[in-house]
């Protein structure tokens, strides 16, 4: 099982970015880079590669709207030339909330551009003439739709590698059916690891069934917050979790599209899914915060002391997680490296 961090730049980037090398050591394999509305990911990531020599890094994610899949497999192209040949690219299809609120761009059909995007990239990185018939995306653009002196073109530069590793957020049962078939790994949110077979299993299988030989096993990349130890203040820990999940599941989306919202439902949690959203949607984002369940807090975390988190490791590994994405609950520098040190010893003795 490998150990991932997300990169937190909230409080300020360069200084996350030079505690990196530390955390190296410290037994960190892969650095995931977010892209919402603050900066873009791109560029840090660039920074990342430049500050890095082992560390693999990890767009999560870029969504899929504000770049053609040509831009797309350019940047991870790219991406993978600075940094040797270790970078991942994670996409998504975010929520209506960013792509049309921040971005003013519609959102429609997640799951065909998706599938179109991947296809795109692919023949790029292959130094194929890029020629693309689909749904959503068409290269050359068609002579009644343009000029007619669009001609197939392929990437000039030659790239580290032919086959980027592609990792797919996804949480609906077609979006998860899809990612199975077509990605190197696929990442969900807020990831139950006993209830995940029961919510995804039939999407997964579903989707392996109809996957090509030439991809490696599915990857499935699980991000967790982490504190360990008996002295840690562990229900502290988890009320401060409450906001981000009240957040989601109550307001990142509308009452009647909230992918999250409906996550909490599959998961059994439906009263609790309907009164979190009222309460968010009403503006009493404190009250909404305090109804999420703390069973779901707990399952979606590594907090407590190390025989609890032994536990939880064991039920991760079991689900089949491959990659632990983990926040370390810490103030300093020294404290983050010191948990990552303890889950990678926790993780290779599990």
């Known amino acids: 099982m490998r150990i991932g961090m997300p990169l937190n730049y909230s409080g ?55 770049r053609t899949p040509t831009s797309t497999a350019m940047t991870a192209a790219g991406l993978d030339y600075v940094s040797d040949g270790r970078f991942t690219l994670g996409i998504g299809a975010s929520g209506p ?84 078939e077509i990605a190197e790994a696929w990442e969900p949110i807020f990831y139950v690891p006993e209830k995940a077979h029961e919510v995804w299993g039939e999407s997964l299988a579903e989707g392996r069934a109809k996957r090509d030989e030439s991809l490696p096993e599915l990857e499935t990349v699980v991000q967790v917050p982490l504190a360990i130890g008996d002295d840690i203040d562990a229900e502290s820990l988890l009320d401060a979790m409450r906001p981000m999940l009240a957040l989601y599941i109550g307001g990142m989306g509308s009452k009647q599209r909230n992918f999250y919202n409906n996550l909490a439902r599959r998961y059994g949690y439906e009263e609790e899914a309907a009164t979190i959203q009222d309460l968010y949607l009403d503006g009493k984002k404190d ?64």
């Open 12 to 66: 300020g980037f360069k200084e996350t970015v030079d505690e990196l090398a530390t955390h190296e050591k410290a037994g960190l394999d892969i650095v995931y880079v977010p892209e919402a509305y603050s900066f873009d990911a791109v560029s840090q990531m660039g920074f990342i590669a430049a500050r890095t020599e082992r560390l693999e890094i990890a767009s999560g994610i870029l969504q899929i709207y504000t």
């Open 97 to 180: 909330q960013v792509i049309e609120g921040f971005h003013g761009v519609p959102y429609h059909a997640p799951l065909g551009r998706t599938r179109e995007i991947v296809d795109i990239c692919r023949k790029a990185w292959r130094r194929e003439k890029l020629t693309h018939e689909g749904k959503h995306f068409q290269i050359p653009l068609p002579e009644d739709q343009g000029t007619g002196l669009g001609k197939p073109l392929k990437l000039i530069n030659h790239p580290v590698r032919e086959r980027i590793p592609i990792m797919i957020a996804a949480i609906g049962p077609k979006n998860v059916a899809m990612t199975a």
């Open 287 to 350: 009250e909404a915060a305090a109804q999420v369940p703390r069973d779901l807090l707990v399952k979606t975390a590594l907090i407590g002391s190390e025989g609890h988190v032994r536990e939880r490791l064991a039920a991760l590994k079991e689900s089949g997680v491959g990659t632990l994405n983990v926040t370390p609950l810490a103030s300093s520098p020294g404290e983050r490296t010191r948990l990552i040190e303890r889950i990678r010893h926790l993780v290779d003795e599990t």
